[in-house]
């Protein structure tokens, strides 16, 4: 079931169509009965897909069992009122697309909604690079995991020219897969 989405040669709207269809059965098929058999609950902070990861998590009945709270803080000024440290946000230091604010907000939104899991991601979309002060490029994404024992970070980079929409779905496919591997594994670190 894994592969990209930008393999798709369709027109553009075909293409977020299918995209999302494929993200959603994949969701309902494969992470929603891992969270299920596992009796994990998630909440999660998206700042790239902004709400399709919990879009995504909460198609199917009973969703309630296992989803606490998504959100996304795009401003800065919301990403501090959760807890973010300024320093992170600063352009000298870290920055927003960085595997340490990705850490961060997956740890303050676990702790927050009382969640098993905090799953946070943080990235670069397209746009317009020449009035933009930042060493970060198109694609280059950040995702956490956090548990009471452990926050884990990934880090991924999208090679391909899609348009934001896809971007954001293409996003929204790697994160479900690091998050369907860290559900699957043996070894799951959650209380």
């Given at each position: ?15 977020i ?132 024992s ?32 860290f ?9």
């Amino acid at each position: 079931m894994k592969q990209s989405l930008a393999g798709f040669s369709m027109n553009k709207e075909t293409v977020i169509g299918e995209g999302y269809a494929l993200l959603h059965q994949y969701s309902t098929n494969i992470i929603l009965p891992l969270l299920a058999k596992t009796g994990t609950t998630i909440s999660t902070v998206e700042l790239t897909t902004c709400g399709l990861i919990s879009d995504l998590l909460t198609g199917k009945e009973g969703a309630s069992s296992y989803f606490i709270l998504g959100i996304t803080p795009y401003t800065s000024e919301m990403k501090i009122k959760l807890g973010i440290s300024k320093e992170l946000l600063v352009h000298d230091g870290p920055g927003t697309v960085s595997s340490q604010t990705a850490r961060e907000l997956a740890e303050k939104i676990r702790l927050y909604a009382k969640s098993d899991i905090g799953l946070a991601e943080t990235g670069m979309l397209p746009t317009d690079f020449h009035q933009r002060r930042t060493r970060k490029r198109a694609g280059e994404v950040f995702m956490a995991i956090s548990t009471k024992s452990n926050t884990t970070s990934f880090k991924f980079e999208l090679t391909s020219d899609l348009p934001r929409l896809l971007m954001r779905h293409e996003i929204a496919w790697n994160v479900l897969s690091i998050l369907e591997t860290f559900l699957a594994s043996d070894s799951l670190p959650l209380r």
